[in-house]
Structure formats: structure tokens, C-alpha cells
């Protein structure tokens, strides 16, 4: 997926996400899976999700633009209900996330390994103003750190979810950040939990592994 | 493996009065948030309990293997009411105003079949069934949780959450076959009975046994063999754990209640067999209960045969502060800490 320069939208241009600018780029269809019931990090959550679906959210349609300051990626999906509270016990938010990778091969299928950490952006819609940036070391480890860094706005209308995600393309940071360079490439993935499901933690549907990400050089010209 | 603290309650001295329960309320409850959490809970038994029919929610183990589940809901709970105590006091209504619960009539609350029981009259009966956290050895809600935010002290067994690094998924909350785990809607994140440890690093028993006026709460460690948790469970056999079917290997045992005889159509009393039917206790405490049930019979007699007994000279604690274990300081010596 490429990421296109638009030098001229600012910020806000780019966290709304039903500004035109973001029609005036490509969408990209994601597919998505359900994470293996077997790979579930607890023998309590298998059981629990032996027999039930995971990962209801079977596509998310991605676009990503940056500015040459900030990189924003735009997901909509279908989703019958908003789940945006968890105001009893048994409610879950739906919630989204972009994985980067912050060593080249850190696996994705396990949120990273030791050494090797994936960074995550991470957008929920009890807190739709908002996002975390987390950074996972393998499945249960990840932390929050650096709230703030990470920008979100999210809204639900007639059966849809668009969320926005975005951060500066340069961070200073002691914590594992993606790095994020126009004119180079990466990779990126993405997670989209039902709340209406039951879903969270690591029963979610995800993009399998790294898709590629290249982000435009900030003169407007094509990558070499 | 380290040493494990435990509590023993002795269900035939419990009144239900619920001071325990207000003790833990004032002292670890009381943030946003909490309002609707009852770490300690005193319910009547035979009854549906607190959240609503607990014990036929899952979770647990069956052989090993974890069981699916529920999720209670904050209704099942008894929630927590909120009363129309602006209207009455301040709305100028005078005698029209009457005390009552805001919004959707409740159904059920956390004390809500009190004193029904079950039975006929006059051999109805009933018992009061103090819960706190078991502070299991096997805990449920420490294996299921992905994130390993549940922790179980190396050096004292207490079983607490810790919330930096809880998420908030509920899989402990489905997991624990007892229903003590509550979350928290503010702080998104779950939380339950911690037994007291800054209390118990300071040498206090846990106020819920502190404060209770019946004598009903024995704190220790489970290995003291000269305190009476370790006389109870491992030397008299009194003190049985609560459904120990579901595997979790609670260390919150329970000396089983004996009720007064029954009566015959006649009126004469009739021993032929217990006014709590012993099948029920089975059902709560499994078959060691038989066991327990004979000791204390036993034990009893001789009471009254003015014979001595060590086990009813436990369980009538005539030295209050020798049912702390040690923890017997004074709670007004502690030094709270605030973070
Ligand atoms: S355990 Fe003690 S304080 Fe709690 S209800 Fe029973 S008698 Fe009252």
C-alpha cells in the first residue's frame, strides 16, 4: 500500500475522516482472519472460544496519507451496532489497531518476539477521541507508554466505523517506535475487534502478515 | 512454594449482620467506580447468593481443564441503587415524596433472598454463608488471564490484580468459579478482595475478621501448626473449603453449620436426621463435610459431658486475638502510605 504525500493538508485535514482529500486517494480492501483459537495465550481463553467465532470483521478498507510531518492511516469498516461502552460487565468496545514494526523482522503473527517489538497504535470506542501507543514484545506482553503521541478520532454512522490514526513521522522516543521515513518502505498490519462479539485482547481478526507500506517520498515523487 | 495465608469461618457462630461486610466497604471500595462491588459478601443459605446463582455461572476447572464462564452482569450483581434522596429531603413535596430506588425497579440486590432459606416450618432453616476471595492455590483467574496481571504473592499466597497491567478483558472475572471479581467501568480494569495485605504486612488481621462481632473469622498462615487455622483444617478436619469441585484449591475454609434438632408431627424433637439436610452440605462442601460434621458432634458431647475439648475451645475463641494467627496488632498502629 502506498502511503501518498499531500503536502498541503494539515493535521486536522488528515484526522477527519470524511474530509475529501481522503476520497481523492486509494482505498485498499484488507482481508481479514479470526486469530487462531490455538494460539490463544490462556487455556481458559481456548475453551472459552473453541466453538465460537473469532474475528467477525472480514475486511477493513485502508488508506494511509502523510504530509511530510505527520503519517495518517484512515480504517472503515461495517459493524451492525456500535459498541462504544463498557458500562456493564459483559459489554466490550469495538476497537481497531496498525501494527508497525520496529526491527525489520519482528513477527507480527505474535505481536513481536524478545528483542524484537512491534509497535501498535491502538483506537477504542469508548475513548473515541483518542488512541494509545503500545509496543508488544510477544502475545500478553504489551505496554502502553508515550500517551499522546498517537492521535485518534473515530466515528460510527449507518453501520460504519471510520477511524482515524495518526502520529508524527518523527518521534523521539526511548520506548520501541516504528520508524516511519517518507521515500522508504515498511510494513504495516491491522486489527479490528467486535465488541458486540465479545472480542478483545487477542480474540480479533487480523491482516495476517506484514503488508508492505511504502510512504511517497515528501517531494511528491515516486519511490525509486 | 512459599507459605499461604488462609481464613477459617465458622458459619455456626455467623448472624449475618454484615459488619464484615460494611468493614471491607469503608476501607477498600469506596472510589468511583466501586460502588457496586461487595468484596465481602454475606448471603443466605440455601439461596441464589451474590452475583445472582453463582454457582451455576462455570468457570473453575474440571479435571484440569479449564470450564467456560459467565460474565454477570451488574443487575445480577445488585447493582448499586442510586434513591431519589433530592426529591424527598430538598424537592418540597413534603409527605407525597417517598424513598425510592432511581430508574428501573431492581430484581435483585447483593443480600436480596436474606433469611428465606428453605424448608418447612417449623423445620425450615437457614445459614449465613460469608464470602470473601479465596486467594486460591490453583486460581482461575491468574491462568486465564493473557496479560499475567493477576499475581499470587510468593511469600503469603494473597492472589491480587495489578492494575498497570490489567486491560481490562474479563477473562479472570469468566474464570473464577466464585464471582469475586468485579470490574471496574471507571478505571477499566478489574479488581477484588486483596486480604488485606497492607494491613497483614503490618502485623492486622483483615478488617473483615477484625471487626466481626461473632467471632467467626480465624487469619493465619496455613502451616502455623500452634494457630487455629492449621488446628481446624489439618489436625481437627472441621473446616471444609466451599465447592471444592471446581478445582481451584480455595484457602477460605468453613466449619460447617449445625442447626437445632427438628421437630416431629408431634412437636417432640426428632434426631433421626439434621434440620440442614446433610445432602445440601455435600453439595456446598463436598463429602469431607460428612466427616467434619461427626467431629464436631462428637466434640460437642463431650463439651457437655464436662469433659475438656481442644477443638470447642477453638471455635468459642474465648482469646479473640488468638484467632489472628499473630496478626493481632491493633489496626489504629498502622501506618498508611497514600500513593
Ligand atoms: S462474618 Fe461476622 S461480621 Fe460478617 S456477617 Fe457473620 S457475624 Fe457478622
Not at chain 1, 152 to 172: H, N, P, Y
Not at chain 2, 215 to 234: H, Q, T
Request: charged fraction near 25%; proline fraction near 7%; charge should be negative.
Amino acid at each position: 500500500m502506498q502511503v501518498d504525500f499531500v503536502g498541503d493538508a494539515g493535521i486536522d485535514v488528515l484526522l477527519d475522516a470524511d474530509h475529501r482529500v481522503w476520497g481523492q486517494h486509494p482505498t485498499t480492501s484488507v482481508p481479514l482472519l479470526g486469530t487462531p483459537v490455538g494460539m490463544q495465550p490462556t487455556a481458559a481463553i481456548q475453551v472459552a472460544w473453541m466453538n465460537k467465532k473469532i474475528g467477525t470483521v472480514d475486511h477493513v478498507d485502508v488508506a494511509a496519507l502523510h504530509n511530510g510531518r505527520e503519517i495518517a492511516f484512515r480504517l472503515e469498516w461495517s459493524a451492525a451496532t456500535e459498541s462504544s461502552d463498557v458500562s456493564d460487565n459483559n459489554s466490550f468496545p469495538d476497537a481497531a489497531a496498525i501494527a508497525l514494526p520496529v526491527s525489520p523482522d519482528a513477527p507480527i503473527i505474535t505481536m513481536g518476539a524478545p528483542g524484537q517489538p512491534v509497535n501498535a497504535w491502538y483506537w477504542r470506542a469508548d475513548e473515541p477521541q483518542g488512541a494509545r501507543q503500545l509496543s508488544a514484545e510477544g502475545l500478553g506482553t504489551s505496554l502502553t507508554f508515550d500517551q499522546r503521541v498517537i492521535q485518534g478520532r473515530g466515528s460510527w454512522k449507518q453501520g460504519r466505523w471510520r477511524v482515524v490514526l495518526a502520529r508524527a513521522l518523527r518521534v523521539e522516543s526511548e520506548s520501541p517506535v516504528a520508524e516511519l521515513i517518507p521515500g522508504t518502505a515498511t510494513g504495516f498490519g491491522v486489527a479490528i475487534w467486535d465488541g458486540a462479539n465479545g472480542e478483545r485482547g487477542g480474540i480479533k481478526a487480523f491482516s495476517g502478515n506484514w503488508l508492505p507500506l511504502e510512504l511517497q517520498a515528501a517531494s511528491g515523487e515516486r519511490n525509486a | 512454594m512459599g507459605r499461604q495465608l488462609a481464613m477459617v469461618m465458622d458459619l455456626n457462630k455467623c448472624i449475618g449482620c454484615q459488619t464484615c461486610t460494611i468493614a471491607c466497604k469503608r476501607l477498600w471500595t469506596r472510589d468511583e467506580g466501586m460502588e457496586y462491588m461487595w468484596w465481602n459478601t454475606v448471603n443466605t443459605q440455601p439461596g441464589r447468593g451474590t452475583p445472582r446463582d453463582w454457582e451455576q455461572s462455570g468457570g473453575g476447572f474440571r479435571k484440569g481443564v479449564p470450564k467456560p464462564g459467565a460474565l454477570p452482569t451488574r443487575r445480577e450483581f445488585g447493582d448499586a441503587w442510586e434513591y431519589n434522596h433530592d426529591e424527598v429531603f430538598f424537592g418540597e413535596k413534603g409527605p407525597k415524596a417517598h424513598l425510592q430506588v432511581k430508574g428501573e425497579k431492581p430484581d435483585w440486590g447483593p443480600n436480596w433472598d436474606e433469611d428465606q432459606g428453605d424448608g418447612d416450618y417449623p423445620n425450615s432453616y437457614y445459614f449465613y454463608l460469608p464470602r470473601i476471595c479465596n486467594h486460591c492455590t490453583h486460581p482461575a483467574c491468574l491462568e486465564a488471564c493473557p496479560r499475567k496481571a493477576i499475581e499470587k504473592n510468593a511469600e503469603n499466597g494473597i492472589v491480587t490484580v495489578n492494575e498497570d497491567r490489567c486491560r481490562g478483558y474479563r477473562f479472570c472475572m469468566e474464570a473464577c468459579p466464585y464471582k469475586k471479581i468485579y470490574f471496574n467501568e471507571t478505571k477499566k480494569v478489574s479488581q477484588k478482595c486483596i486480604f488485606c495485605f497492607p494491613r497483614i504486612e503490618q502485623g492486622v488481621a483483615n478488617a473483615c475478621a477484625r471487626q466481626c462481632p461473632g467471632r467467626v473469622r480465624f487469619v493465619g498462615y496455613r502451616d502455623d501448626e500452634n494457630a487455629p487455622i492449621y488446628k481446624l483444617v489439618e489436625k481437627w478436619k472441621v473446616a471444609v473449603p466451599l465447592h471444592p469441585e471446581y478445582e481451584t484449591e480455595p484457602n477460605v475454609f468453613y466449619v460447617p453449620p449445625i442447626a437445632p434438632p427438628r421437630y416431629d408431627e408431634n412437636g417432640d424433637i426428632d434426631e433421626s436426621s439434621p434440620r440442614i439436610p446433610e445432602e445440601y452440605l455435600v453439595s456446598l462442601f463436598g463429602p469431607p463435610v460428612i466427616e467434619a460434621l461427626a467431629t464436631l458432634h462428637d466434640e460437642m458431647a463431650k463439651a457437655r459431658d464436662g469433659q475438656k475439648s481442644e477443638l470447642m475451645d477453638l471455635l468459642i475463641a474465648y482469646k479473640w486475638k488468638e484467632m489472628f494467627g499473630g496478626f493481632d496488632k491493633d489496626p489504629a498502629t498502622i501506618e498508611w502510605v497514600k500513593s
